[in-house]
């Protein structure tokens, strides 16, 4: 009977521990059978706190290990009590022994450790130097503490005491008592206890110890206090001697104290070893002593200290011997470290470093991607960004120099210097990343960095974060997550390029002061530094966050406004758009992390009064400055769809007058067009960045100017059609079509163009035509007052004037009225306007017919006679003499001058007027594309094709640079404003205003020559 219950239980039994998470549930089954022998059978409620650990069979195995070890009576008794009825105790105890099969070990060797797991315990009593040293025999009061003896028994009993706090740790750490950076604070208070203790040791084997001070220096992650459960102890040893005592002697009794002492950690013993003490950190590495004095660590860091050993030094920290020493050293060693960033190239030797390490691991390390500190996304990303920042920064902002990474982190978020969100991220990933590898050396208390790839092991790790569904792949899945998002944030700060800028200036002009700013602007040569200081306290005063990202940007912008023509006006605009973005929270983020936006916008700024009006307008079109994607124009169809969509919206769909308030307010119609017009604004900054920057060409930005400038006049037609129809009560009874003339119909529209037009309409089969006219002229008259309305943005003036008969003519005409004036009266001339007509808006089959019905006019069957042609020389010969101003200077005249826009574009047109019909390239309204026919069909010479060309774009570029310096129109170079000429210079890409003068009168004058044989017909 006996065999059948037993044989009853077995499946029931086995069946829970699998469903408990045991892996191997017929193995556990075997060991509980054989503790149910033995008297020690868990009970339910044990067995499922088993089940709650990490490993649950490693924790049952370790368990009745330990009872066994502990034995029957005595000790064993009261672990078997604690564990009934001490919870606590029991989730501390089985959580150790579910994650780490060394510390389970250590439990077997010693059983009456597991009490430093109990409820209330805490960990061993007093601070662990004094437990540490008390192990090994030394008087934790003395002021240089002698253990008892140096033999085998002194290194086991700290190995004894060393692991008994380590396991007191554990315990707390495992259950969530402790987080991660405490748990490595305390890991390295302990490492320094054991240091400690094990000088200790040493003084009790070196003979005449007393003739020398010895300070111990923490490095890396000792001295950051974030110290691994199994690392190297990193370490620099500073010596000097007593009074009265050889120099050379006390350093080489101190170099034997150290020596011992890192034997006394790094020995082997039957309770192991506790871990390497490495000096390599030192000054020449294992080349150099191993004990130096205080002068000669001063001398070594002034004078040969590499790029690489200043980053080490952030995380000194005296850990142990004399403490009076080990306090002058960092004293001494700290004011250097923080004018290390100031060496010439520091931020790129350190993140050229960087990139020969990784690319080394690379080549070294095949499972590279498995590595928790050294792999892409692993802790060192983490801690080799934030210590760059701290370097650069730090030397300024003295609440950055926390040598704890997390600590040094929150500092640097807190400054501003790292986005809030980037802070969290990374703060969130390092931690999630120690305790993985603390988890990781815990299972055997070996070294190591890696991510295992047993199934088993990843299993344990995955449960040990609390991942029960599962493990493996919720725990690779987070773990993949966070070290993408570290490699992301890592590359974004470690390569930003404000780093270097700011690594470039002086300590004091880094901090921003009052003191420095005055030094700094009056250095710069800006022409109003008190202003230019009162805008820069406007900007940095306070406390805010934002004050403190300023305080940031602004050292490295003011001398990229310096670089611009008008420095002032410069940090001027800056201080405007930083008003007007207030507290967008984006703003400075995006400048701070993005520095190709800073040092665009601090040149749009002190380069352009065009721009940075339509920025103030616009502030948050500085996003835009972000990458050269953003800045290149938008295809006009898709600037249509956004403003035709505008339209639509705002469509009055009521059909009813507006009465009382509602009519005092914007119609519909004007609410739509502010909107287009907003958007042409936008796009206006877009090209005129783009142009300032070299981005784009000069037929590039005449493309996209025209359309901005067709999108926005098609749809305030549209708004307008739609509010004239409302008025009157039914659809618009004629087709209505614009024609874009002059320079909006050649598609080389400037900054401060008008947009010629002519207006054509076409009435609808049975419509009355007068009723027709009324309409179509309504229209025409509200898309005018639509674009002339009040609005923050650059006028788009619709220039009706090239119509027939001029301003005596009818505003809009049918079609067949346009046939007849063109059939009787038209002029020469007006076939000459013919040829930039386009009919770019409106109704798409009356664009159509009236470019048909202009074809005939404007590309003449035969050409043009010689009486044309000569009327055409004498109106070119009247317009120089006429138009041009009185007094200028008549070749810095862009338009009218010699050489000058108007001579370039009168050959494309005569060429036009006299072959077109014949030659079908040249039936084309772009002055540039008119000249390279010409040349295809061999009318005109290369060469002389090429001369008009440069001169043509010299011309437009200039045009097109005074406008966006100035922010008004002139073709005259300015003559009166020495500032603005040198501006318009720079813009243009020369070093000055006389490279630029005789640039343009080279080629305006190798132009005119060609005018003057090709146009003129001279000899």
């Known amino acids: 009977m006996t065999e059948s219950r037993t044989s009853d239980r077995r499946p029931s039994l086995a069946g829970r521990l699998a469903r408990l998470g045991f892996t191997d549930a017929a193995r556990a089954e075997r060991l509980l059978r054989d503790a149910e022998r033995d008297g020690d059978r868990p009970g339910d409620e044990l067995l499922d706190a088993l089940g709650g650990t990490a490993d649950p069979d490693l924790a049952l195995g370790g368990l009745l290990r330990l009872l066994a070890a502990a034995g029957e009576k005595g000790e064993g008794a009261r672990l078997r009590k604690a564990l009934a009825g001490e919870p606590g105790t029991r989730e501390r105890l089985l959580a150790v022994l579910g994650v780490s099969a060394a510390l389970g070990d250590h439990l077997v060797r010693h059983p009456g450790h597991w009490r430093v797991l ?331 960095h890696l991510v295992p790839d047993d199934e088993g092991d990843l299993r344990r790790l995955g449960r040990a974060l609390g991942l029960r569904t599962d493990p493996v792949g919720e725990f690779t899945a987070l773990w993949r997550r966070h070290a993408r998002e570290v490699r992301r944030i890592h590359e974004k700060l470690f390569y930003r390029p404000l780093l270097r800028a700011v690594a470039r200036l002086p300590g004091e002009e880094a901090r921003l002061t009052p003191e420095a700013a005055r030094t700094r602007l009056e250095a710069l040569g800006y022409a109003d530094p008190a202003g230019a200081l009162r805008h820069i306290e406007a900007l940095t005063s306070g406390v805010s966050r934002r004050a403190a990202i300023q305080r940031t940007l602004l050292p490295v912008m003011l001398g990229w406004f310096a670089d611009a023509p008008d420095p002032d006006a410069g940090l001027l605009g800056f201080r405007q758009v930083s008003d007007a973005l207030g507290t967008t929270p984006w703003y400075l983020r995006l400048l701070r992390d993005e520095v190709t936006v800073a040092e665009r916008m601090a040149w749009v700024l002190g380069s352009s009064r065009y721009a940075t009006d339509l920025l103030l307008r616009a502030p948050e079109a500085v996003a835009i400055l972000a990458s050269d994607a953003d800045l290149a124009p938008r295809p006009a169809e898709a600037l249509r769809s956004e403003a035709m969509a505008a339209v639509r919206r705002h469509r009055d769909l009521s059909g009813g007058p507006l009465h009382g308030d509602a009519a005092e307010a914007a119609s519909p119609a004007e609410e739509a067009v502010a909107v287009v017009r ?133 505003l809009v005409r049918t079609l067949a009225s346009y046939a007849a004036y063109y059939a009787r009266w038209s002029e020469p001339w007006e076939a000459q306007a013919l040829l930039r007509a386009d009919p770019l808006i409106g109704d798409e089959g009356l664009r159509e017919r009236f470019r048909a019905l202009i074809d005939p006019v404007r590309w003449p069957e035969g050409g043009i006679g010689e009486d044309a042609v000569r009327q055409i020389r004498r109106l070119k010969a009247r317009m120089e003499a006429e138009r041009l101003p009185r007094g200028v200077d008549r070749r810095l005249h862009t338009k009218l001058g010699p050489g000058g826009l108007a001579d370039v574009e009168w050959v494309a047109q005569l060429l036009q007027l006299k072959h077109a019909h014949e030659v079908p390239g040249l039936r084309t309204t772009r002055t540039l594309d008119a000249l390279d026919a010409a040349v295809e069909a061999r009318l005109l010479d290369a060469g002389d094709a090429t001369v008009l060309e440069e001169a043509w774009c010299m011309a437009t570029r200039i045009r097109g640079a005074v406008m966006l310096v100035r922010g008004r129109a002139s073709d005259l170079l300015p003559t009166d404003h020495r500032r603005e000429r040198s501006a318009v210079a720079r813009v243009l890409g020369y070093s000055g205003t006389g490279e630029l003068l005789e640039d343009h009168r080279r080629r305006a004058r190798r132009a005119r020559a060609v005018v003057d044989r090709v146009f003129y017909g001279a000899e």
């Not at 011992?260 to 150099?288: F, H, I, N």
């Not at 390390?365 to 934030?386: M, N, T, W, Y």
């Not at 007068?770 to 943005?793: C, F, Y």
Request: charge should be negative; include cysteine.
């Open 118 to 448: 109990r409820d209330g315990a805490g960990p061993p009593a007093g601070p662990p130097r004094d437990d540490l040293l008390a192990a090994v025999g030394a008087d934790p009061s003395a002021a240089e503490p002698v253990a008892s003896g140096h033999g085998p028994g002194s290194l086991v009993a700290l190995r004894v005491a060393y692991r008994r706090r380590l396991l007191a740790l554990a315990g707390r750490d495992l259950v969530g008592m402790a987080d991660v950076a405490e748990a490595a604070a305390e890991l390295a208070d302990l490492a320094a206890a054991a240091l400690e203790a094990g000088l200790a040791i040493a003084r009790a084997e070196v003979p005449g110890h007393g003739a020398c001070r010895l300070a111990v220096i923490g490095m890396g992650k000792a001295g950051g206090r974030e110290l691994n459960y199994v690392s190297d102890v990193d370490v620099v040893f500073v010596a000097e001697a007593r009074e009265g005592e050889p120099e050379d002697a006390a350093l080489r009794t101190a170099a034997r104290l150290a020596s011992a002492m890192m034997r006394a950690c790094s020995d082997s013993t039957e309770e192991g070893a506790l871990w390497q003490v490495d000096a390599a950190l030192r000054p020449e590495g294992k080349a150099g002593p191993l004990v130096r004095t205080l002068a000669s660590h001063r001398a070594y860091y002034e004078r040969w200290a590499k790029t690489w050993e200043f980053q080490a030094l952030l995380k000194a920290r005296p850990i142990a011997g004399d403490p009076d020493l080990g306090a002058r050293y960092l004293d001494t060693i700290t004011p250097i470290l923080w004018k290390a960033a100031e060496g010439e190239g520091f931020v790129e030797d350190v993140q050229e470093m960087r990139r020969r390490v990784e690319a080394d691991l690379a080549r070294r390390i095949a499972d590279a991607e498995r590595q928790l500190k050294l792999g892409p996304g692993g802790l060192r990303d983490v801690e080799f960004a934030v210590q760059l920042l701290q370097l650069v920064h730090g030397r300024a902002d003295e609440s950055l120099r926390s040598p704890t990474t997390l600590d040094a982190l929150a500092a640097l978020s807190r400054g501003g210097y790292v986005g809030r969100d980037d802070a969290a991220a990374l703060a969130s990933a390092y931690r999630f990343l120690r305790r993985v590898e603390h988890l990781v050396q815990l299972h055997r208390l070996r070294r190591t």
């Open 678 to 810: 907003g958007l042409r604004r936008r796009e206006l900054f877009r090209v005129a960045v783009a142009d300032l920057l070299g981005m784009v060409d000069v037929r590039t930005v005449g493309d996209a100017l025209t359309g901005i400038a067709a999108v926005t006049v098609e749809a305030a037609l549209h708004a307008a059609v739609n509010k004239i129809e409302m008025e009157m009560r039914e659809p618009l009874p004629t087709r209505l079509a614009v024609v874009a003339m002059g320079r909006f119909g050649g598609h080389e529209l400037g900054y401060g163009s008008d947009a010629d037009v002519m207006f054509v309409h076409d009435p609808l089969p049975g419509a009355d035509e007068r009723a027709a006219g009324r309409a179509a002229h309504a229209v025409a008259e509200e898309l005018r007052r639509l674009l002339a309305r009040p609005a923050p943005d650059p006028p788009l003036e619709i220039d009706p004037d090239l119509r027939p008969e001029g301003r005596q003519g009818p």
